[in-house]
């Protein structure tokens, strides 16, 4: 067997280098009748006999390689492989039946279809996957400051999930699991049509924290109460005694240092310097003056026994 293709216009040769200083262009025709259609559903095949070839080494056999070329001064670097159609690119794992009704129906730049715990599409990188939506323009300097493994950008939701187990998921082992922030708006909304909005379970189950004067929780209602505490059950309790709860007295600058643009319906707890707490509720609006605060008045104490 001769040597492969030195330039451009000598024949292929199959196990051998062929080289060529100008592009090669493969074209499928029909035939010669209008009515012979082209008979198969591709124009080239690259394939191992039955699927199986031994090496030396304990690797697979890839059935096509494609490189691009590097970057070097003047030159950006090329593309490994660029493909148009339908899809630009179809991939299956071994053991996945090919769904020619999917690939049809989904038309995407990628279409990966893996198996189960074998991933459809996976990537590695710094992000591993980026995904911008229509119209949302390019930003590298964020893309760069993020190491996350899934970036997703739009004009609209940059991600969102859907799933008959959760719609998105997030697990983390000494860090937060899901972190939401805005500027102006809610950092995390939760929203149901009939359930709960967000549910919290750990301990605490829910934390919430104000920078500054801001309220650690914010609760609101249309039309019931904003906050519902479950009673837990207990025993029997004693009947009530008439009982006269003492109060810190408040006027003349002697009561807490409470915030002056508190807002009407705002419940706060303080500690003194021994660690007997107190509470305190805001009946009003600032208005010509400062908001205006009222100690919710308690009953006597005593030792938990639970």
């Known amino acids: 067997m001769g040597s492969g293709a030195d330039n451009a216009g000598d024949d292929m040769v199959v196990g051998r280098t062929n080289e060529s200083e100008e592009r090669t262009i493969l074209v499928a025709k029909g035939g010669g009748d209008a009515l012979d259609g082209y008979g198969e559903d591709f124009v080239l095949r690259v394939a191992i006999e039955n699927d199986k070839v031994l090496r030396d080494a304990s690797e697979g056999v890839d059935a096509l390689h494609a490189k691009g070329t590097i970057a070097f001064p003047g030159q950006p670097a090329g593309n490994g492989m660029v493909a148009t159609g339908a899809n630009g690119v179809v991939g299956y794992v071994h053991g996945a039946p090919r769904d020619k009704a999917q690939e049809q129906q989904v038309q995407a730049g990628v279409l990966g279809a893996g198996g189960t715990a074998l991933p459809g599409v996976f990537g590695r990188g710094t992000p591993g996957v980026l995904?911008?939506?229509?119209?949302?323009?390019?930003?590298?300097?964020?893309?760069?400051?993020?190491?996350?493994?899934?970036?997703?950008r739009a004009v609209g939701i940059g991600v969102r999930g859907k799933g008959d187990d959760g719609g998105v998921r997030g697990e983390s082992e000494n860090s937060f699991g899901v972190e939401g922030k805005s500027t102006l708006a809610p950092g995390v909304r939760g929203q149901s049509a009939l359930g709960i909005g967000v549910l919290g379970e750990g301990s605490p189950g829910v934390s919430g924290l104000g920078p500054g004067s801001a309220n650690g929780g914010h609760f609101e209602s249309e039309a019931g109460a904003q906050l519902r505490l479950l009673p837990r059950r207990s025993d029997a309790l004693n009947p009530p005694l008439p009982m006269t709860p003492n109060a810190i007295p408040v006027e003349r600058g002697q009561g807490p240092e409470l915030p002056r643009n508190g807002r009407a319906g705002e419940l706060t707890a303080l500690q003194d310097p021994s660690g007997t707490c107190t509470l305190w509720f805001c009946v009003s609006d600032p208005g010509e003056g400062p908001a205006r605060w009222a100690q919710v008045l308690l009953g006597s104490t005593f030792d938990g026994r639970a």
């Open 131 to 152: 995904g911008y939506g229509q119209g949302a323009a390019r930003d590298a300097a964020w893309e760069a400051a993020d190491p996350s493994a899934v970036l997703g």
